[in-house]
Structures are given as C-alpha cells and as structure tokens.
C-alpha cells in the first residue's frame, strides 16, 4: 500500500473510524462545520457523509465511516469501512491518514478495532474523545505511554465542547509528512504462513490487486459474506476449498479460526493497557449512574419517555404557530402579487395555483419538522437514545424483536428511507426483515404536514388539564400512536406467520450522558430540514405541476359551462354599472367558483377520481381527495400541495389572521350534489389515519427492494399497507359519524 510522501500532499483524504457511541459524528461535524454533504456510495445504500477542512493552507477532505466495533466485514456497512482503508473502491481512493476515535471511559473496547486499523500499515492518528468523562469517574489516562506503545500520536479532545479540535488538525497535518512503520503480525507464524499461501494463490488466480488484509479477513471469516463479496464462490474456482483447507490445518496445529483473532487482540490490548489507566479503588457513582436510575427503570422510565414524547409533539404544534403563520402569509402575498401581474389564462393559473400554491401549502409545515428533527437530534446527542432502545427492549421482545430494532424504529418517526437502512444493524435475517416491513409504519415527518394542516383546521383548539393539555397536540400524539399500534401488530403477526422465529439476546453499550452540543443539534436539524426544502423544490414541484396539469386540462367547454360564464358576463356588466353592489360581487365570486369546480370536475384528474370515488366514498371522501391520495404515491407530503391545487388554497388574498387561506379553502369546500360541507372531523381522521398507515412513499419501497434484493418484499409491503389504511380510514369515519349523529 502507498505511503505518503516525505512532503506530503497539498490535500489529502482523512478517513474517521470508530464504535457507535464514541463521539464520532460528532467529532466529524465538529471538525467540518458548514463544509459537509451528505450522500451514498455509488452501488450500496451505505448513507457517505464528507466534510472539508484546512490546516496551515492544506485541505483536509473528512470521510465519516460507518460506526463499527469491527473490521470484520459481515455487513455492506462494514464491508464499505473496509474498502475505502483499502482502496478498493473505484470511487474513492485509500485516504491518506486514519483518523481513530477512542472512548476514553472504554479502551478495552475500542482498542480492538485500533489493532484492526493499524494492520492497514496507514498513518493513523488515535484521538482520545470524552477525556472529561474519563476523569469525572476517576479514570487517569497516560496518553504519552499510551502513543507509546502503539507507536502513534494520540490527540485528548472532547468533540462535544470543540476542544482540543486544533492540535488534533495539527497532529494530522504532521503524519502526512511521515512514513508509517511497518506492522507487525499479532498473529502466531502458523497463521501468517497460511495467509502468505493464500496470497500467493489469489495473485494467481485474480491478480496481485487483492490487499492482505483482506486475505487475512478472508480466511478468518466462517461466515461466507466476504467470500461472496468478493465473487469467490465460483464452481470452477479452487479458491474455497483452498480457504476451508487453510482453516483445518490451523485448527490441528492449535489455531482455530475465527477464535484466534478474539485472543491475539484482546491479549494485545492488555499488553498495551498495562500501566497506562489508573483506576480507583471504588468505582464512584457518577451523574449518569443516578440518572439510569430513574430512566432506565421499568415503571419511571417508561412514564418519562411517554412525557417526553407529548411534549415533543406539544411543542411541534405550539412553538412552530407563529413562523407557519409567517411562511402562510409570505405565500399568499407572492400568489396575490404574481396574480395580479399577469392576465387570466393558464400561465397565471399554473404559477399561482401549481407551483407557489402547491409548494408553499407544504413549506408552511416546515417549522413542524424542524421542531421535529429538533428534538430527535437533541435526543441523540445527550445519550438518551441508547435508553429508550433498552426501554422498549422488554416490549420488543414481546413482539418477537429485539432492542436492537427501536433505533431503526425511531429513526423512521424522521424518515423510514434511513430506518430501513439502519436494519443492517441486527444480525438476525428474520429480525431484519421484520422491522423493514414495519418501519414504515412510522409517522415520518413526510406525513407531519397531513396532520398538521387537518388538525389545525378542523380539530377545536381546547385545552384541558389545567390548560396545559392541548386537545390538537393530543390528535397528533394518536395519529403517531396509531403507526406505533399497527406496527406493533403487525410485527407481532410476522415473527408467528412468516418470519417465524426465536428472539435473539440484546446486548448494547450505554454511552454516558452529556450535555448535547447546540451547535452539533442545529446543525443536524438544519441538515435535515434543508433536506425537506430540496424535495419541496423538485419532485414536489415538478408532482405540483402535473398535479395541475391534469386538474386544468381539457378545460372543455359543456353546455352548463357555457350557461354560467353568459350569467358570469351579464353579472360583470351591473357590477360595472354599480360597483358597490355587495350581492352582485358575491353571485361573481360564487360563478367563478361554479365554472372552476366544472372545469376540474371534467379534467384528466377529475375522470380519475370520479372513476374511484364510489371507492373512497365509504370514506368520507369525494372525488378531489380521493384524486389527491392518488397523486401522492411518489411521496405523502405530495397530498397537501395537490389539495392546494385542487382547492385553489394559494388563491386567496385576504389575510385570515390566526385561520390560514389554506385552512379556510377547505373549510368552505362542499359536496357538489347536496352543498353539504365536504370536510368535517370524521372526514379528517379518516383521511390522517388513511396516510397514518399507507405505502404513499415510492423512495421507501424501493430501499425495500435494494435492502431485500427482491420485488416480493416492497410488492408485500405496499399490498399490507394500503389494505390497512383503507379498513382504519373506513372505520374511523364510519365508526365518527355514527357517535356525531
């Protein structure tokens, strides 16, 4: 493998390794700043951040690999770790230094993966992270020693407070211009003459382009997957049983693999530690032993979690009211002046009606997901994640699953694209596909603007409790709530049907609490939130567009049209007549309204919704929701902007104070046959628990089938939950209107 130069590059790639919990991420933002993206590795679903940063005039190019305790690939996000230290990726050549972050409170631990590293033979540098934590349990680290011995720099910094962040740029900045010293095997010679043999082998057979560690790796993992990544399974080649061969007489000269590795390491570890922790003699009891306490008890701990989650979702609904008002106003003041710029016809149709009302009726709920993101960041940054995961362990077992599928769970209440992907995580091939078919059940912040809009506009504004209790904020805890239920069904129904299976032993690490950096939580909130923002100013454009299109399109001319527009002609010329006649302007606006629900009623997307309406009927619901649930399979939030278009929210020009014109547009839409008032609350929960449960996300469905590796699985997916959501929403407004009469 290439080592730097005596010079070193003028840029150079750094690569962050280390275990979940250790401060990783965090350090990576820290290091980066605003300089970050955010995407995947060409070919996989593994989530690539980068990040860019400068020392005395070098750039510094930051890669946040996937947290991992091993290099022992058995995962896409292993085996990804393991490519880019080896450049074995086309797409990304080996970094040039390895940046190693340890926790200071757990080295025994994270040394392990140290070693692993460290045979890569590239400059690496150990940063020594929660040093703080370190020394309030009473730990005291050499850190001189400690370099010492593993014949490396090593950096105390404590990510979360940016300190120590410049020596450790530093101390990066002068590995580049040194060599590494070469490695030597922790391995017995047995083991190291069986891995030369097979290097030689493969460099016959594939060519010298194979690194060793890999080869090592190759021949200590039983389980198969590297040897499947590596497309060694091939009937004609020999090199399977040259491996299995490998592997028997290691075992016979009292090597066994993989179990070797497990001891050379650990021993190494020991070795390396001796002298340098000094322990007390008692272990204090720390702030976060106290606290685990109280959060990790079984009753307490479970009433805190429920409180934390109602005042997460009271104050999405309270604090976000004032800037969605502000975003609603801004909106109806550019549709107003844009309207008012251009002559009656389609284009100012399409700009007013199709893209500023069909995006800005989702940007109103942008507020909603910052907050919600807000939360979920803050969360994650204090340590309090680990928790609930330990929490709901008892209950997932009880459903068949495990700990270790809440975190994939609670990452979908954001997105279920990176839930499904968090699956990864859990070893067990039943477990796995369980919680991938159930995390979309999650209310996702694509389905937050569906409840926010319809809550607020047709659930009363009451309070109880004392008025700390809002009767809004508890509809959206029920709409989450009822994604949690069904999923816990759902889950419960697989593991004793199609995925029968045992349930496997949680065991995880509990990071220690800290107090979560603001500028770490803003920036992931702000992250996320722009991410939102960039598909409301793509594909929700571009869906609000054809969503018009086809609500505008034919605009054929029927006979009852013909007769309100001769009306809407005689009721213009006594209006310019009298212009103060206060009935005439109302008969105006009332034909208008007459000849355009007409002209959506006969339109491509109207057809459509006719054509189901005797479907959705049951429901509640006419032929415009019913078209609109349609034009919202690319993405739910797509639901909202072609309300819009259909109930012209972004045409309205008063200023409606405390109630939006959004809101109000749909307040006054009415059942055509009858005039009767179309929406009503039955109406609403129908339609919020239909999206609650439904498949409308086509994204999700296809990392389903990339995830799966088959069509089976999203086809499955999509089929359960559309089936669901169709029987709850039925039952909802049924079950509704018969306790309202």
Known sequence: MSKASATGPSTATVALIGNPNTGKSTLFSALAGIHQKVGNYPGVTVEKKVGQTQVDGRRLTLIDLPGTYSLAPRSPDEMVAVDVLTGSREDQPAPHVVLCIVDATNLERNLYLVSQVLEMGLPTVLALNMIDLARSRGLTIDADKLASRLGLPVVEVQANKKQGLEKLKQTINSVLDQERPEQPSLFPPAFVEEVDALSTAMARSSGPGVPRYLVERLLLDTSGYLQEHMLLNDRESDL???????????KQAGTPVPAIEAMVRYGWVSRVLEGVISRPETRPVTLSDRLDRVLTHRVWGTLIFGLLMVIMFQAMFSWSQIPSEWIDQGVSAVGSRVGSLLAEGPLRDLLVVGVIGGVGAVLVFLPQILFLFLFIAILEDCGYMARAAYLMDRLMVKLGLSGKSFIP??????????????????ENRRDRLTTMLIAPLMSCSARLPVYTLLIAAFIPARRFAGGLVNLQAVTMFAMYMVGIVTAAFVAWLLKRTLLKGGTPPFVMELPAYKWPSPSIVLQRMFSQGMGFVRRAGTMILAVSVLVWAAAYYPREQTAQVRAWVAEKVRVEKALASAPEDEASRDRLSEIEARIEGEHQRNSYLGQAGRWIEPAVRPLGWDWRIGSAAIASFPAREVVVATLGVLFEAGDEPENLGETSSFHSALQR???????????????????????????????????????????????????YMTTLAYVGALIVYQVGMRIGS
């Open 669 to 719: 839409a009415t059942w055509p046959d009858t005039g009767k008032p179309l929406f009503n609350v039955p109406v609403a929960l129908s339609l919020m628990v239909f999206f609650a449960l439904c498949a409308q996300c086509a994204a999700t469905l296809a990392v389903i089938r990339r995830e799966t590796n088959s069509y089976r699985w999203p086809i499955f997916t999509f089929a």
């Open 409 to 426: 769970l609670l990452s979908s209440f954001a997105c279920a694209i990176p839930g499904v992907m968090a699956t990864r995580v859990i």
């Open 240 to 250: 399977p049983a040259q491996v299995l061969g490998a592997r028997d007489r290691l």
